[in-house]
């Protein structure tokens, strides 16, 4: 019923940009009551956290490794998150998740524990 379908990804040298866009569906749904957050996972690796947005979009938040080159937003009358990539590094060849996750009183989970994914959309970084 409620789906979420990243797009963008691609292949790219370092140094590069991509833009993800992660778009929500079905009847009712909206991301606007949903903190946002992208995943990644690189073959032979655990699922990382890397970035989230909160409801409104007024805060965000980074793993160390992508601050200051990545950048998530949201639109929410679009129903679609985004993630921004510049400064791209083969170190941040994966693929990309997105997930939307409720929340009470604390915005902020980088855990995991997110009530619905996406099927993932492939990024590789050339050297």
């Known amino acids: 019923q409620v789906q979420l379908v990243e797009s963008g990804g691609g292949l790219v040298q370092a140094g590069g940009s991509l833009r993800l866009s992660c778009a929500a569906s079905?009847?009712?749904?909206?991301?606007?009551?949903?903190?946002m957050d992208w995943f990644r996972q690189a073959p032979g690796k655990e699922r990382e956290f890397v970035a989230a947005?909160?409801?409104?979009?007024?805060?965000?938040y980074y793993v160390d490794s992508v601050k200051g080159r990545f950048t998530i937003s949201r639109n929410n009358a679009k129903n679609t998150v985004y993630l921004q990539m510049n400064s791209l590094k083969p170190e941040d060849t994966a693929v990309y998740y997105c997930?939307?996750?409720?929340?009470?009183?604390?915005?902020?989970?980088?855990?995991?524990?997110?009530?619905?994914w996406g099927q993932g959309t492939q990024v590789t970084v050339s050297s």
């Open positions: 079905g009847r009712t749904f909206s991301i606007a009551r949903y903190a």
């Open positions: 997930a939307a996750r409720l929340y009470g009183s604390t915005w902020l989970s980088t855990s995991g524990e997110d009530d619905y």
């Open positions: 947005i909160s409801r409104t979009g007024a805060s965000s």
